[in-house]
């Protein structure tokens, strides 16, 4: 990506009430130039403090996972609902909720899925 694309990007960002940190977070890109060049870059355009993001940014014992390869954006569509009544609901039961979400998961997503796997539904042809 181009020096100017990035600017653009940044502004456009800014421009659409988007946040710009003075650095790049979670890079696959492992070139020190590069994070170098960006940080330039985007010192010019931050609009927040990258100290109230220092929590989130700390990935001190954290082990970062890709994406499950099976029914992920079904096991969001469950988790949303969890994540809404606990946002909603102060008095929420988060373990309850977390147990019927994970039931309710297993009976109408996995099951499913499982059952197309299944070497009985599967034809050589």
């Excluded at 070139?31 to 220092?54: G, Q």
């Excluded at 992920?72 to 909603?88: P, S, T």
């Excluded at 309710?104 to 796997?117: A, C, E, G, H, V």
């Amino acid at each position: 990506m181009s020096k100017k694309t990035i600017r653009e990007n940044c502004q456009q960002n800014i421009d659409n009430g988007g946040v710009v940190l003075p650095v790049e977070i979670f890079s696959i890109w492992q070139s020190p130039e590069r994070s170098e060049r960006l940080k330039e870059i985007y010192a010019d355009y931050a609009n927040v403090e990258l100290s109230n993001f220092a929590d989130y940014m700390d990935s001190t014992g954290v082990t970062l996972r890709p994406e499950e390869t099976a029914c992920c954006q079904q096991l969001y569509a469950v988790l949303d609902g969890v994540i809404q009544e606990v946002i909603a609901n102060e008095n929420a039961d988060i373990d309850a909720l977390t147990v019927t979400a994970v039931n309710d998961f297993s009976r109408t997503i996995l099951i499913r899925w499982t059952i197309k796997l299944s070497p009985s539904n599967v034809s050589d042809s």
